[in-house]
Antibody, heavy 119, light 109 residues
């Protein structure tokens, strides 16, 4: 049974750096073909893909946010961490992490965590 | 910047059939874009329905199907149920990056 859960601050100030952790179970990020991604959704708006990290530590980023994002993994802890620098109120959103299996992309999702950017 | 376009809203009667489409600003959507479809109900995380154009997950109801039609990815619901009222998102692959569509609000009325 695959589960994922996001954790991190609910409120950050403008210009601060956001650090989110995705803790997962039911799979290993050392298994070939497996990856974990991050997706966000501003209130009332569409989903936006942010980043993805593969079992072999290959990383992919949204071109529009690449300069602000870093994704890392700790295989021993079953965690993936996303950092986003220079936060702005427009970055207020629910942030999701999701599993990518060898065949299917984002088949399992976490419940999401709402991050508000405000002074 | 790549834009993925979906119908903003559609309405269908219970028991009816509806097709949602997903277009790319770069041109025709082909299998190499690996279209994915997700369903999202208010207050919930998205749920995966279709991957790689037409493949269903084990939990995807049989009434949902994916295809390529007229240069677009398509999600067809046949025999729509009231519980299918939701927002639907497509996701396309662009050589190392993924882009979601703007979503289609499906109303069952």
């Amino acid at each position: 049974q695959i589960t994922l859960k996001e954790s991190g601050p609910t409120l950050v100030k403008p210009t601060q750096t956001l650090t989110l952790t995705c803790s997962f179970s039911g799979f290993s990020l050392s298994t070939s073909g497996v990856a974990v991604g991050w997706i966000r959704q501003p209130p009332g708006k569409a989903l936006e893909w942010l980043a993805l990290i593969y079992w072999d530590d290959d990383k992919r980023y949204s071109p529009s946010l690449k300069s602000r994002l870093t994704i890392t993994k700790d295989t021993s802890k079953n965690q993936v961490v996303l950092t986003m620098t220079n936060m702005d109120p427009v970055d207020t959103a629910t942030y999701y992490c999701a599993h990518r299996g060898p065949a299917a992309l984002f088949d399992y999702w976490g419940q999401g965590t709402l991050v508000t950017v405000s002074s | 910047q790549t834009v993925v376009t979906q119908e903003p809203s559609l309405t269908v009667s219970p028991g009816g059939t509806v097709t949602l489409t997903c277009a790319s600003s770069t041109g025709a959507v082909i299998s190499g874009y690996y279209p994915n479809w997700f369903q999202q109900k208010p207050g919930q995380a998205p749920r995966a329905l279709i991957y790689s154009t037409s493949n269903k997950h084990s939990w995807t109801p049989a009434r949902f199907s994916g295809s390529l039609v007229g240069g677009k990815a398509a999600l067809t619901l046949s025999g729509v149920q009231p519980e299918d009222e939701a927002e639907y998102y497509c996701l396309l692959y662009y050589g190392g990056a993924w882009v979601f569509g703007g979503g289609t609000k499906l109303t069952v009325l």
